[in-house]
């Protein structure tokens, strides 16, 4: 029990071989000792006093003595033996068609599973059908769809049509980067007939599960569900009330008039290997923390480290209950961070390309090898903080520019699918997490390098500490497909053509999403007034335009 609550291995097959020689049965073993950490630790979870690193480190820990035991388990079997005892419920996860994005997905079923839920992890790009067949099949309690590009979030409205078309009414979760409670309540919520639940926190998953499968609490939870998605939509339809601009009228005031950039001093394509000790410092560790649910406040953890002084400094620091052990997690996840990028064993790629473009009215046509590929922009349809309505395209000049297109990657699967393998859920999601950053890191590694010395249209640019650079305290932007400014992910398509990006390992789903995951490309523009915005609504004037400029 206790080597189970900690995640400690080191014992563990001796302990097991000694119980077993003692007369333990090996069912014994799991359902007594074994079940009582995981529980324990569920309990410890959802009441805050236990985090996620530690939690996935005893989902190891509780694989490696299942691992141990199966043998002696199939032996009791198959002279008749007992079985293990029922779990809590059975769950289906799945990441939706078109998304490869799972390490929300993968956490969420680690931490349902040290709550005795039993998990049917369908992987990542699954079909709605395939979903469909295997909740009809295997009937479980309850269905949970991840995704994080933007495309998902159709695609999940999609399954929820088909798993009603089958007759299936399974209380639905949802959740990922793009997911919200009010996507959930407009668009998923009134084409299906079971409940869904917007779960945007891993330790909510196991309450609100116990929640819809106790008896006593679930008709009451259900009601609750369908009248706050309800409310919401209320909600929603009274605030979008008011009228946006129409498009053309919004094209008379754009954000500006650009004037043409510099032209760069190494124009063309080239591919770049980065090496990752020079991205350790370009880290922003704070998303790393919120996939681990430690507290962003926490990230000093990951610069001291290094020191024991400054280790036990910084836990006297944070000393006092819960702050103490916050702390503790977090440096013990440093350390072992900091071992894997240490074990890293290759550069990280990157292919940027510096072409002719100019802009056609909310258009941003880029020349390549005597083709032009045309991107199409939107517009904001209300207009910005200084009466404007911005788009992208603003910032490209009509009469000839430059821009660029870019794409980095890290591509960890194949290590991942070995731990995995392995039973090391908690190495291959420290790994796949610290591959998010490194790409991240990479991106703005190499906007530097084209800002200072390919374009060169901010040579003398001084060095930035970590958070001016991460708030983009320079000249340009890098947007990418997906986000505020132009949330259309099957776009990358077009940056595929700018870029080559398959040189360095990358492709594309249907929809856009990049493959390997720890990838992100985009493009560069350089003038001085170019910024991000949030798009915002835009209305059926503006989809019909889109549509026809994009060439649908």
């Not at 929640?211 to 339809?237: F, G, H, Q, V, W």
Request: net charge negative; charged share 25%.
């Amino acid at each position: 029990y206790y080597f189970k609550l900690h995640g400690i291995q080191a014992h563990l097959s001796g302990d097991i071989s000694e119980a077993i020689a003692g007369g333990m049965k090996p069912v014994a073993v799991i359902d007594g000792p074994l079940m009582e950490g995981m529980n324990r630790v569920g309990e410890l979870f959802g009441e805050g006093k236990m985090f996620l690193p530690q939690v996935v480190k005893t989902a190891r820990t509780m694989k490696s003595a299942v691992a141990i035991l199966q043998p002696e388990i199939d032996r009791c079997n198959s002279c008749g033996g007992s079985k293990v005892v029922g779990s809590a419920g059975k769950i289906l996860f799945a990441t939706v068609k078109g998304d490869v994005h799972d390490i929300g997905k993968n956490i969420v079923s680690i931490v349902l599973a040290c709550n005795n839920y039993e998990v049917i992890d369908l992987g990542v790009m699954v079909p709605a059908e395939t979903i469909v067949q295997t909740a009809l099949r295997e009937r479980p309690d309850i269905i949970c769809l991840s995704g994080l590009i933007t495309p998902s979030l159709d695609e999940m409205v999609t399954v929820a049509r088909e798993l009603r078309r089958a007759g299936v009414s399974i209380p639905l979760m949802v959740g990922g980067a793009t997911t919200s409670g009010l996507h959930t309540a407009l668009k998923i919520d009134p084409v299906y007939d079971g409940p869904v639940i917007h779960v945007p926190d891993a330790a909510q998953n196991p309450l609100l599960a116990s929640r819809l499968l106790n008896p006593s609490t679930r008709e009451t939870y259900i009601r609750e569900l369908k009248e706050n998605a309800r409310l919401l939509r209320t909600d929603m339809e009274q605030r979008s009330a008011h009228p946006l601009v129409p498009l053309a009228e919004a094209r008379l005031r754009p954000a500006c008039v650009a004037a043409p950039s510099a032209m760069p001093a190494c124009r063309g394509r080239r591919v770049v290997d980065i090496p990752v000790e020079e991205l350790v410092p370009l880290v922003n560790w704070r998303p790393f923390l919120n996939v681990w649910k430690l507290p962003a406040t926490l990230c000093d953890a990951f610069y001291v480290h290094s020191c024991p002084s400054c280790r036990e400094s910084y836990i006297t620091a944070h000393s006092g209950n819960e702050g103490r052990d916050k702390a503790s997690a977090a440096l013990s996840l440093a350390r072992d961070a900091f071992d894997a990028i240490r074990a890293f064993d290759r550069q990280v790629r990157g292919v940027v390309n510096l072409v002719e473009a100019r802009s056609e009215g909310d258009d941003i046509v880029a020349k390549i090898d005597g083709t032009e590929v045309r991107i199409p922009t939107m517009r904001r349809q209300q207009p910005d903080s200084s009466g404007r309505f911005p788009a992208l395209a603003d910032f490209v000049c009509r009469d000839g520019d430059w821009i660029g297109a870019f794409a980095v990657s890290v591509d960890v699967r194949e290590e991942c699918e070995v731990l995995r393998s392995q039973g090391d859920d908690y190495r291959a999601l420290l790994l796949q997490a610290l591959a998010d950053r490194l790409a991240e890191a990479a991106s703005e590694w190499l906007h530097r390098l084209v800002r200072r010395e390919l374009w060169r249209y901010a040579a003398e640019e001084p060095d930035m500490p970590l958070q001016e650079l991460l708030q983009g305290r320079y000249q340009g932007i890098r947007p990418a497909m997906g986000y505020n400014s132009l949330p259309d992910t099957s776009l990358n398509h077009r940056i595929a053509v700018l870029t080559g990006m398959d040189e360095i390992g990358v492709s594309l789903t249907q929809p856009g999403a990049l493959n390997p995951s720890s990838s992100i490309c985009g493009l560069y523009i350089a003038a001085p007034e170019a910024h991000y915005f949030n798009l915002g609504p835009v209305g059926d004037d503006q989809r019909e335009d889109y549509l026809r400029r994009k060439g649908m």
